[in-house]
Each structure stands twice: as structure tokens, then as C-alpha cells.
């Protein structure tokens, strides 16, 4: 993620798209609000990052056969800045909310759980690697 400062605790610091239709939702989003889209060099899958004004400030991917036979429609997921993301994944079971994946590594960019609220709501926290 280049030109990308870490957050401080709590921050909302990225916001994912995944879309059944990438390419549509690329030329749509450079059309109506000029973002800038680069190949990503740290994800294992197809990933561009969004840029404006230089600073990466989310991603997008495909939603493919590997999210397996019933993918989840296209959607945005916003990241939590967290200082311990095991930490943060056991407090958020503790008030009511859902682990739905992870914590896992992910390399080169940090630690990152799936989660959702009480009342359903989809977010991701992120520890971001150290470096």
C-alpha cells in the first residue's frame, strides 16, 4: 500500500469493494469520481488499490468461484485501524458481536478479522504489520 500512513486505534483506514462484475465497477468509479486504480504487489489475489490524490485509500477485487456456489452480492467493507486485532476479535464476541472470519495474516499488510455488529452490520478490523 504505497503512500498509506497507519491509523491510529479505532480509525475507519480502508474500504474494500467486492463486485461480481470488477471491470464494470472499475470503469464506473474511475468515471464518476476520477479514482486512480494500481495492480496491488501484496495481495495473492487480483487486487487493485485505489488511489486519489496518491494515497491509497481502498481496494477492490472480483467476487469469484472460489468465494464458493452462493457469493454474497457486490459490497463495500470498511476497516477498523486496531492495535491487537486477536484482542479486539475476542472483545467484539464479548459485546454481542460475530467473529465471521479470522484473525488471519495477511502478508505483507497485517492481521485482519471479519466481523459483524449485533444488529448484522459487516466491518473488517485491520493490525497493520508491523514496518
Not at 471491470?23 to 485505489?50: H, Q, T
Not at 494515497?55 to 477492490?60: K, L, S
Not at 459483524?116 to 508491523?130: E, M, N, R, Y
Request: charged share 20%.
Amino acid at each position: 500500500m504505497a503512500d498509506f500512513l497507519v491509523p491510529t486505534h479505532g480509525t475507519i483506514c480502508w474500504h474494500e469493494l467486492a463486485s461480481r462484475d470488477l471491470e464494470a465497477a472499475k470503469a464506473f468509479y474511475k468515471e464518476m469520481f476520477g479514482w486512480e486504480l494500481a495492480k496491488s504487489n501484496v495481495s495473492p489475489v487480483a487486487y487493485d488499490e485505489i488511489h486519489i490524490g496518491g494515497r491509497a485509500v481502498g481496494g477492490m477485487m472480483a467476487i469469484d468461484e472460489s468465494w464458493g456456489p452462493e457469493p454474497p452480492p457486490s459490497n463495500w467493507t470498511a476497516y477498523i485501524a486496531v492495535e491487537n486485532a486477536d484482542e479486539t476479535a475476542e472483545a467484539i464476541k464479548a459485546n454481542g458481536g460475530t467473529v465471521n472470519h479470522g484473525p488471519f495474516d495477511a502478508p505483507g499488510v497485517g492481521r485482519i478479522v471479519l466481523c459483524s455488529d449485533p444488529c448484522g452490520a459487516h466491518f473488517a478490523l485491520i493490525q497493520f504489520a508491523a514496518g
